[in-house]
């Protein structure tokens, strides 16, 4: 089956500093794909990248986004702006990003619907409170008339959601959709989001640097470092069996409720603040298994249908007749 | 002989004033603290959960003599404090100091961090060499006399996190306020702050109150835990007790939403409805009944008081050990 996304060796630069190199993934239709990663290693760069949303001085110097098999990039901006909210849509993890103050709940939905799915003025408005109600707002028709600060956090979150599901999109984005929010109401949203999903069809990129978040809402998940990949399988691999030494140090260094640990596990320094005269594996001044080969670029070495990691020891663990580079 | 007690909190209040503009008067208030009663050994840490706005920050913020209760008694180091008394704010700050989950927004930019750290040593008029004792807190922290001279710019979260400790550390405190200290942090710098909190605990008797809505922190980091919603303490009891034996539906629904990273186990799923009720008007009776899946007909009327359970284990719930 052709992937919905593919993203191949995605290279953003903001002026003259690189941020991503050699990002590739891609998503099936239907599918929910984590993207974990700490603060600054490209999560975001990498969604907007495919939105067509990264703004001066950022821009993408190499690498493709195929879309149903074709390149986005190559696409004059104008078809780009038109698959935006329509094909693909984004959530953020601060509902003002998107919301517009000025305009009431109802307006702002509408607006979607009008553009997108070619509805009357009076078609949208009856719909904006449908799709309040599907994201679980109660009384929707009061709630149209709210503007954005009327509302609390959960629910502007909500709004936005339905703001986003109005385009009816393959592929909905969600940026740290939750981060901002108590964690009762957090389990909602992603409840929520679940269903919906399970409704539509639609597939599903989490963005998070919470990793209890993918191995629970997610079937896949990539883990980013530094602006790379460096790893990526399916939750059980991911979180039973990692493979690469930075995911492998993540998982040790979590604290676990209902576990005896006396001191928790640190990853030694912290992450390099630029990729340029880094050639090789960007994780080699932490990495406690390190060795010369690792000042050279490194490749992704794939050892099941669904994972592979960025390190040219994996393939000690697993034995040679299991890997292959790709 | 008995374990010593730290701090000894009584049906702590507070009710903030409410004024609908500038000149009008007060019309009610916000009870922010609604009578919260707990107990903190020395060298033992206490965390605090619940949700925004459910009062941690405030009883923090009380205890470190940034704030007056209306009501209720603290007794530190078994003396009572008079808080009628201009002194009290100046014991508490002697003897409390917080750490906070922004320390960037704590440290002067235009102050090297040695600056910082070295501030509290001058107030409080300390007779060594100060310089020597800056040293000191640095290597406390596991920083490098390096780091001095340098500005809160150019550190990273976690080396920030730890000036703030540092600086904490500077009054010789016998209690140290942590309000969210690791929430900002990256995972793998997140270990380090918790790691180095536990050795100072273990080297110097520091007591903590942690607050964290992070249930795998409090659980890494605490002995004693109290769970709070809309500013009352509704389950308290050993870490075991609370997170093992749970006996309050909140605290089940708080463990049940935080996110575990053990993929394919089936676990109890309890997803509330509705939004958290402002503080400003809270629910009848039991303040959670009305995101409660279990609330009924009572739990609208009357509002349940703390029972024991034994072993210092509390729970206000009035189906608590029947669900
Ligand atoms: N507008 C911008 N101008 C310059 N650099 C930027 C800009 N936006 C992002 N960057 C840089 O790109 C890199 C990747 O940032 P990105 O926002 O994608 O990280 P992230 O993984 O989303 O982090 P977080 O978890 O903090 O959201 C970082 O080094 C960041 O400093
Ligand atoms: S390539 Fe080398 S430095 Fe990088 S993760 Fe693998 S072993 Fe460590
Ligand atoms: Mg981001």
Redesign the interface.
């Known amino acids: 089956m052709q992937p919905l996304l593919e993203v191949q060796d995605l290279e953003v630069c903001f002026a003259r500093r690189q941020v991503l190199r050699r990002v590739s993934f891609s998503i099936a239709p239907g599918e929910t794909l984590g993207i974990v990663g700490?603060?600054g290693s490209g999560k975001s760069v990498t969604a907007l990248s495919i939105m067509g949303l990264l703004s001066r001085p950022g821009r993408v110097t190499g690498g493709r986004v195929l879309w149903h098999g074709e390149d986005l990039l190559q696409l004059p901006p104008d078809s780009h702006r038109q698959l935006r909210g329509k094909a693909m849509a984004m959530i953020f993890q601060e509902p003002m990003t998107c919301l517009n103050p000025v305009y009431t709940v109802e307006k702002q939905i509408s607006e979607v619907l009008m553009l997108h799915r070619g509805m009357s003025k009076k078609e949208a408005a009856e719909a904006a409170a449908d799709y309040l109600e599907q994201v679980g707002i109660a009384e929707p028709m009061a709630r149209l008339r709210n503007y954005p600060h009327e509302l609390?956090g959960?629910?502007r979150q909500r709004v936005m959601i339905a703001m986003a599901l109005a385009g009816e999109p393959e592929l909905l984005i969600a940026d740290e959709p939750t981060t901002a929010l108590?964690?009762?109401?957090?389990?909602?949203i992603l409840?929520l989001l679940k269903q919906l999903q399970a409704k539509t069809g639609m597939a599903m990129i989490l963005i998070t640097?919470?990793?209890?978040?993918v191995?629970?809402n997610a079937e896949r998940g990539v883990v980013m470092y530094a602006g790379e990949v460096v790893e990526e399988g399916s939750?059980?691999e991911?979180?039973?069996n990692p493979a690469h030494p930075y995911t492998q140090?993540?998982?040790r260094?979590?604290?676990?409720?209902?576990e005896q640990?006396?001191?928790?596990?640190?990853?030694p320094g912290?992450v390099p603040r630029r990729l340029e005269g880094i050639a090789g594996c960007a994780f080699a001044e932490r990495c406690p298994l390190a060795e010369e080969r690792c000042a050279e670029p490194q490749s992704m070495h794939r050892f099941s249908a669904t994972q592979a990691a960025r390190c040219w020891r994996t393939k000690d663990k697993v034995g040679d007749a299991e890997w292959q580079s790709r | 002989m008995a374990e010593q007690v730290a701090l000894t909190v009584k049906d702590l209040e507070k009710v903030f004033p409410l004024r609908r503009g500038l000149f009008a008067r007060p019309q009610g208030g916000v009870r922010a603290v609604d009578k919260v009663s707990f107990q903190l050994k020395s060298g033992e840490t206490l965390a605090l959960v619940g949700?925004?706005g459910c009062g941690k920050t405030t009883v923090a913020r009380i205890l470190a003599g940034l704030e007056q209760p209306t009501g209720g008694t603290v007794v530190l180091s078994g003396k009572e404090l008079d808080f009628a008394s201009k002194e009290t704010p100046h014991i508490l700050r002697q003897t409390n100091q917080m750490v906070f989950q922004d320390p960037y927004a704590t440290l002067n930019p235009r102050m090297t961090v040695g600056q910082s750290v070295e501030e509290p040593l001058i107030v409080r008029r300390y007779a060594g060499d100060r310089k020597q004792r800056v040293r000191e807190l640095f290597a406390a922290v596991s920083l490098g006399e390096e780091m001095i001279d340098r500005y809160p710019h150019q550190f990273?979260?976690?080396q920030r996190q730890r000036i703030g400790i540092a600086r904490a550390l500077a009054s010789d405190p016998k209690i140290l306020l942590c309000d969210e200290p690791t929430s900002a942090l990256?995972?793998?710098?997140?270990?380090?702050v918790?790691?180095l909190l536990?050795d100072l605990q273990q080297e110097r008797g520091i007591s903590y109150l942690f607050i964290s809505?992070n249930?795998?922190?409090?659980?890494?980091?605490s002995q004693q835990v109290a769970v709070m919603y809309l500013g009352k303490i509704v389950e308290i009891g050993s870490r075991e007790a609370v997170?093992?034996e749970t006996a309050h539906p909140y605290t089940k629904?708080?463990?049940?939403?935080?996110?575990?990273?053990?993929?394919?186990q089936s676990r109890e799923?309890i997803?509330?409805?509705g939004?958290?009720p402002s503080p400003l008007n809270p629910p009848s009776g039991c303040r959670f009944h009305t995101?409660c899946p279990f609330a009924k007909d009572i739990c609208r009327e009357a509002e349940p008081s703390l029972q024991d359970l034994g072993a210092g284990h509390h729970v206000a719930c009035h189906f608590a050990g029947k669900m």
Not at chain 2, 186 to 192: A, K, T
Not at chain 2, 215 to 221: G, Y
């Open positions: 700490e603060s609390s959960g629910m108590d964690v009762t109401v957090q389990a909602q409840d640097h919470d990793l209890g978040l191995a629970e939750v059980e991911l979180f039973t140090g993540l998982l260094s979590l604290p676990r409720w209902g640990q006396d001191m928790l596990y640190t990853i912290t | 949700e925004s990273s979260g976690g990256d995972v793998s710098v997140q270990g380090q918790l790691n536990k809505h249930l795998s922190v409090v659980w890494h980091i997170f093992l629904a708080l463990l049940a939403a935080s996110p575990k990273v053990a993929p394919g799923r997803v509330l409805s939004e958290v995101r």
